[in-house]
């Protein structure tokens, strides 16, 4: 373990043995609710108490260990081009976009309007071109496509305009089905998806302590086709969970260790990410907040609990939620992506591109985001110190009152130890005035025009629909 992603602790030890114990406390004597009927008699076989009438299940301590034991504590998720792949549970940290937002917002507007398939492809193709944006999560809803069709044309457009691993929520049953047919086909084969997964299932459980009966079910489909599979829970502190964030941490983690738990039941060893979507309520407007640093706290703690578990870890953080292309919409996602990220969460959806309490992408905002990604990963890696770092030898031969700007170290550090930024400009104001007093939101327009104008780079040809693979959709 790279102990060195693990900078920032919210917790000590002793919270995070606490909220272990309080977690257990209440899944043996509190219990769950279990709505979905084949999950209920999943739960009912290593269960100590079972309530038929309420569909509450109770699990001892020495239980619930025993079948999270069975997650794998590394869940690699592989892209078309071996560089894109992402070891989780390795002590690496991962960015990625994330949220299923309904809306866009176009450069120079101030309304949002509906999403559409073509809008999901252009981000697909930007997300692609980014180098710090490590996976795409597939973050829009196509609006005018028919539920039933969703899946399919969601996660074929992430096949055809990215080699990065796609990851994605599901909305139905025969989606499920088809996208996994659809990608063995890409693969060549339902084992060779199977050894190297280049997409991953997103199934969301219901706050608190419940297991609904449609993601249940999706969840069971999900784990018996041994894709690698995050189940995330969503806990809002004064809504779904307590207002303390200790109490939300509980919430939370009993939440996520019951859909852990369930993968286990179904199939042991799936490859399941434990998942957090925790957030807070603005108790003044009672309504859902994306970025406040309470979200990236919890979240952050949460990376604890899971290297407590060692089990990998979905986290959420990047979300802003101004509506447009302001110093809000910057300063909420960065403190939010460094702090999850110093805490060594593995992989932190939702990072890149998502405003307006998740509703809205902009794509201009991925490639801003990609910049606060590249400075949070620098900071990630810390500081090495060694016999080269330490550049004695030319301390040493400049000596008092010399400078390092000639010296071979000064050239192969710039780059190694310093992040370049693309969109921060560092000119002086008279040449910025002189060069048309851009903002950093025009630099990533301009970015965002140079991708789109290009022809677009296909890894796969695929239509959008059932009929796109012969034989997808029976």
Not at 81 to 91: A, I, Q, R, T, Y
Not at 171 to 189: F, K, N
Request: charged content about 20%; aromatic content about 6%; hydrophobic content about 40%.
């Amino acid at each position: 373990m790279n102990t060195r992603t693990h900078q920032y602790r919210p917790l000590d030890q002793q919270a995070v043995e606490r909220i272990d114990q309080a977690t257990m406390e209440v899944l043996s004597e509190t219990g769950f609710e279990v709505h979905q009927p084949e999950a209920f008699e999943y739960f009912k076989q290593v269960a100590h108490e079972v309530d038929e009438q309420k569909r509450i299940v109770k699990i001892k301590e020495e239980t619930v260990r025993e079948l999270i034991a069975k997650a794998p504590s590394t869940v690699t998720l592989y892209g078309r081009e071996d560089k894109h792949n992402l070891v989780l549970g390795s002590g690496e940290v991962y960015y990625t976009t994330g949220g299923t937002a309904l809306n866009m917002l176009d450069f120079g507007q101030q309304e949002s309007r509906p999403a559409n398939l073509k809008d999901l492809e252009n981000v697909i193709r930007v997300v692609d071109n980014m180098d710090c944006i490590d996976a795409c999560l597939l973050p829009t809803y196509p609006n005018e496509i028919d539920m039933n069709d969703v899946d399919m044309s969601r996660f074929s457009a992430g096949l055809t305009y990215t080699s990065k691993h796609i990851m994605g929520g599901v909305y139905t049953s025969q989606g499920i089905h088809d996208v996994i047919r659809m990608a063995e086909q890409v693969a060549g084969s339902p084992e060779a998806l199977r050894e190297r997964p280049f997409i991953s299932l997103i199934t969301c459980g219901i706050s608190p302590l419940r297991l609904d009966s449609k993601y249940g079910s999706y969840m069971i489909q999900a784990a018996r086709e041994g894709i690698p599979l995050a189940v995330p829970a969503e806990p809002l502190s004064g809504a779904t969970a307590p207002m303390s964030l200790a109490g939300s941490l509980v919430i939370q983690n009993c939440d996520a260790l019951i859909n852990v738990m369930l993968t286990q039941l179904v199939n042991p060893g799936t490859p399941v990410i434990y998942g957090s979507v925790a957030s807070t309520m603005d108790m003044k407007k009672m309504t859902y907040l994306g970025a406040p640093v309470e979200s990236g706290m919890i979240n952050a703690a949460t990376a604890q609990m899971t290297h407590y578990y060692g089990i990998p870890y979905y986290a959420t953080a990047g979300i802003s939620d101004s509506k447009t292309l302001d110093a809000q919409c910057g300063y909420e996602s960065a403190i939010t992506n460094l702090l999850v990220g110093l805490a060594g969460a593995d992989f932190i959806h939702d990072a890149a591109g998502l405003m307006e309490f998740a509703l809205t992408v902009s794509l201009e905002k991925l490639v801003l985001d990609n910049e606060i990604l590249g400075m949070a990963k620098r900071a990630i890696r810390g500081i090495t110190v060694d016999d080269t770092t330490l550049c004695l030898g030319d301390i040493k031969k400049a000596g008092p009152g010399g400078n390092f700007v000639t010296v071979r170290s000064t050239r192969k550090f710039m780059r190694k130890e310093h992040f370049q930024p693309v969109i921060s400009d560092r000119r002086q104001r008279e040449l910025w005035i002189a060069e048309g007093a851009d903002t950093a939101a025009d630099r990533a327009h301009e970015i965002v025009k140079r991708i789109l104008n290009d022809t677009p780079k296909k890894y796969v040809e695929l239509n959008n629909g059932y009929e796109a693979m012969e034989g997808v959709g029976s």
